[in-house]
């Protein structure tokens, strides 16, 4: 590790000491960090915190404290987000290709134990569950019974995996969403590893991992390669962005709800257009809007286009992190139900019988009829069999049969061949 800007300090709590790097450290000719948006201050602290002369250099770290807002980025750094978040589609070959290194480990004659993800990796399993069970006050219970049934053998692998790599957790089916458990459980707001404190950061498996950023916590969507490539320890470049100040003043108007709030945003960012740009949220009305509106402005990010769309750590965000975060503990199932058996829970619940049924009906007394008075056989129309079931003949049929039944007391006469082919031959010419 290399420190050119003597940037690492130490800092003492309660009795315990805390190593962090300072941003004021980084001091030059056209170096201004105070002036530094927000997230670009989060990439600065990670630059001054892996330095290391080769990927990561002096250079690279006076080039965000000399940040013009007014340039195109052409300066590329590296970026070490602080842990890396997946979803079970994308998370789970991940794991895979770790299980498929340490087999490469031992055939090599080495120790598979060192096969690791450097950076804290937590999956949440939320994209494959299946809602088979609905509409009753056992459904929670029962479709998590039957997702734990239908992918055993996978979750038998991802419990493999958390027990043997170090510094990766799964969260299990019917915890919540992902970005839901991302700042619920997960999101830290400020990082702390081995005594060294520093502003969290992420990078997530899902397109939307941006919803952390209302709790302050600068984080964005990537693919799954990236993602591992993260897990694993490697930055990931980028260029060094354009930030664009969203000014929020006032409060909401009496009748506006939290929707007409986020659609607007969303429709005035789209027009000034923000794609691959940092968006960052400041001014005095940034203390009106709750976590919860906040939370939802940063997940439609994808939605206009932005990297991301943060807002700053204020009295808001510590008043969240002082919430307990015991409280969906109690949706977790029973550990009695789990014990039902098989058959039982695959059994998908029938709508109740009707309350008439045959068996019912036998039991009853059948009822009185009047006898009926026997009827005369209708006559029936004389057709030659020789003759094609065209329409015409048929359209025969069915007026001789109604002649029949209004006269029952004479015979209908039979058309002869003669005058059947001419009609098929008139309808077969119109």
């Known amino acids: 590790m290399v420190d050119s800007f003597n ?51 002096a250079d690279d770290i006076k080039a965000i404290a000399a940040w013009d807002p007014s340039s195109e980025p052409d300066q590329e750094i590296q970026f070490t987000p602080a842990r890396v978040i997946m979803q079970d589609f994308t998370g789970v070959p ?16 080495g120790d598979p134990s060192k096969i690791n993800p450097l950076a804290p990796a937590e999956m949440v399993i939320d994209h494959s569950v299946i809602a088979d069970v609905f509409g009753t006050p056992e459904a929670f219970e029962r479709n998590v019974e039957i997702e734990y049934e239908r992918n055993g053998e996978r979750y038998k692998f991802l419990r493999w995996g958390q027990g043997a790599f170090d510094n990766f957790k799964v969260v299990p089916p019917g915890t919540g969403i992902v970005h839901q458990v991302n700042i619920e459980h997960l999101a830290r707001v400020v990082f702390d590893k081995d005594g060294t404190v520093y502003p969290d950061s992420c990078v997530g498996t899902d397109s939307h991992t941006t919803m952390v950023n209302g709790l302050g916590v600068v984080g964005w969507g990537v693919g799954g390669i990236e993602a591992e490539a993260a897990m694993l320890g490697q930055p990931i470049s980028m260029l060094i962005p354009r930030v664009v100040g969203f000014k929020l003043h006032g409060e909401l108007p009496e009748g506006a709800t939290a929707t007409d709030l986020v659609l607007t945003i969303t429709e005035m960012l789209r027009d000034h257009g923000v794609v691959g740009k940092f968006v960052e949220f400041y001014g005095s009305g940034v203390g009106a809007v709750p976590l919860a509106n906040r939370a939802t402005i940063g997940n439609m990010s994808p939605e206009y286009g932005s990297t991301i769309a943060v807002f700053p750590i204020d009295e808001e965000t510590t008043k969240y992190l002082e919430l307990p975060r015991t409280a969906s503990s109690s949706r977790r199932p029973r550990r009695a139900s789990a014990a039902r058996s098989t058959r039982t829970s695959r059994r998908r619940p029938r709508p109740p019988r009707a309350s008439t049924t045959r068996r019912s ?19 029936r129309a004389t057709t030659s069999r020789a003759s094609p079931p065209t329409a015409v003949a048929r359209a025969t049929r069915s007026r001789s049969r109604s002649t029949a039944r209004r006269s029952p007391s004479t015979t209908a006469p039979s058309p002869s061949p003669r005058s059947r082919r001419a009609r098929t031959r008139r309808t077969r010419r119109s």
């Open 94 to 109: 991940c794991v895979v290709d770790l299980a498929t290194m340490r087999e490469a480990m031992v055939d090599l004659g």
């Open 7 to 57: 940037a690492e300090q130490t800092l003492e709590v309660d009795g315990t000491s805390y190593t962090y790097f300072k941003l004021d450290a980084v001091q030059g000719d056209g170096l201004d960090v105070t002036t530094l948006p927000f997230s670009l201050k989060v990439l600065l602290e990670a630059l001054l915190r892996t330095e290391d002369g080769a990927d990561i250099t």
């Open 361 to 379: 009906r036998s039991r009853s007394p059948p009822p009185t009829r009047r006898p009926r008075t026997p009827r005369a056989p209708r006559p």
